[in-house]
């Protein structure tokens, strides 16, 4: 069965370091998301790609935070600099971008910021 | 955007059917009813989504009041491996977004 892929599943890194987190999603999904998750609190949507163009980056906390899907089939999440409030988990999801149709998602990269 | 309304926690005894209540009163009419669910340490878990009409798949059950305005999710049968957030999400016609609320946690009992 196919999944969406990302990498890494966990990161720990230093408050004001650069980090960055892999996203392949299925296979023929024209619609791509990243959510982050705080611990005890539903995930959060971040940004939502349509093929390679940026449909909804509203809740995206761009002065630090940046996401890109050049070909339209993978995509990076990119945090820099690093705070500690951005400990979470961050999930990737993916779908064919069609009303009714189900999103699939990552097992998730687990950021931890000393 | 319409919102749902869950329990915050449910319990329910092993290999005995579950339900899972959902309201959503200010529903329109192309929104579709989606459940998912995140077991610890993993990502949410599609389980079913439904229109109008009750439905059905391998993994539970939906169905649907006549008004819309409430669905319930339907573990026929509860494992352990059901112990889980429950997320009841619309998503509107022409967009497949997904929004989590809370949700619903649910303990099974052996």
């Known amino acids: 069965e196919a999944e969406v892929a990302q990498s890494p599943r966990y990161k720990i890194t230093e408050k004001s370091q650069a980090v960055a987190f892999w996203c392949d999603p299925i296979s023929g999904h024209a619609t791509l998301y990243w959510y982050r998750q705080i611990l005890g609190q539903g995930p959060e949507l971040l940004v939502q790609f349509q093929d390679e163009s940026v449909v909804d980056d509203s809740q995206l906390p761009k002065d630090r935070f940046s996401a890109e899907r050049l070909k339209g089939v993978d995509s990076t999440l990119k945090i820099q600099p690093a705070e500690l409030g951005d400990s979470a988990m961050y999930l990737c999801?993916?779908?064919?971008?069609?009303?009714?149709?189900?999103?699939?998602f990552g097992a998730g990269t687990r950021l931890s910021v000393l | 955007d319409a919102k749902t309304t869950q329990p915050n926690s449910m319990e329910s005894n092993e290999e005995e059917p579950v339900h899972l209540p959902c309201n959503h009163s200010t529903i329109s009419g192309t929104d579709y009813i989606h459940w998912y669910r995140q077991l610890p340490s993993q990502g949410p878990e599609y389980v079913i989504h439904g229109l109008t009409s009750n439905v059905n798949n391998r993994m539970a059950s939906l169905a649907i009041a006549e008004d819309r305005k409430s669905s319930t999710l339907i573990l026929h049968r509860a494992t352990l491996r059901d112990a889980a957030v429950y997320y009841c999400?619309?998503?509107?016609?022409?967009?497949?977004?997904?929004?989590f609320g809370k949700g619903t946690r649910l303990h099974i009992l052996p």
């Open positions: 999801a993916s779908s064919f971008g069609l009303a009714g149709y189900p999103s699939y």
């Open positions: 999400i619309l998503s509107k016609d022409r967009d497949d977004k997904i929004i």
